[in-house]
């Protein structure tokens, strides 16, 4: 059964903690992975696609890698502003397969 | 700054009526979805459209049609509210060719009463 599990359910770090979020699949024919932000109360906002194993993408202190079973989101010296649940989505075929996120919290 | 718009963010609703969700997008993508998200259960896909007046059912069609009269709008029916339809909708879109991500709008956090 295609399926994404996303690890830790919940993440607290205080501010300059670096940390890693974790996105494994188990999809044949994957087409793409997408990494998402969510706020509170407002709909995911686009942060990356990663299309084949070792490909790597980086925005401000957030990196993603992929490998051909998971995925990671790094988070390099994390603010408080970067509170948010980040959510996996995977693209099998025409079918998009989500996690339930990671929420994660930053303690100034 | 290209939109997918929800036409509201909040609504309260009693049991039984009939709710509409409304989804307009304006990035000519030719591929519009609704999800709900709960708690736990991450986001699930209830409806999608790869056309004009075309719809596929998604995993959790029951209770709910839609609406795509237009290319850029596309719109949730619940036919007869209940209460288990409390939840987050999420409005979404790509272009032709789904290899990217979803645009999603900003979500409405619709209540049964």
């Known amino acids: 059964e295609d399926q994404v599990t996303q690890s830790p359910e919940a993440l607290r770090l205080q501010e300059g903690e670096s940390s890693s979020l974790n996105c494994s699949y188990t999809?044949?024919?994957?087409?793409?992975l997408f990494w998402y932000r969510q706020d509170p109360g407002k709909g995911p906002e686009f942060l990356f696609t990663l299309y084949s194993a070792g490909e790597e993408k980086e925005k401000e202190r957030l990196k993603a890698t992929l490998t051909k079973k998971e995925s990671f989101l790094h988070i390099t010296a994390p603010k408080p502003e970067d509170s948010a649940t980040y959510l996996c989505a995977v693209q099998a075929g025409n079918q998009f397969y989500f996690g339930t996120g990671t929420s994660l919290t930053v303690i100034p | 700054d290209v939109k997918v718009t929800q036409s509201s963010r909040y609504l309260v609703k009693r049991t039984g009526e009939k709710v509409f969700l409304e989804c307009v997008q304006d990035m000519d993508h030719e591929n519009m979805f609704w999800y709900r998200q709960d708690p736990g259960l991450g986001l699930r896909l209830i409806y999608f459209?790869?056309?004009?007046?075309?719809?596929e059912k998604g995993d959790i069609p029951e209770g709910y049609s839609v609406s795509r009269e237009k290319k850029e709008r596309f719109s949730l029916i619940l036919e007869s509210a209940s209460t288990n339809q409390t939840s987050m909708y999420l409005c979404a879109s790509t272009p032709g060719g789904s290899y990217y991500g979803y645009t999603f709008g900003s979500g409405t956090r619709l209540t049964v009463v």
């Open positions: 999809v044949s024919g994957l087409r793409g």
């Open positions: 459209s790869y056309d004009v007046k075309m719809k």
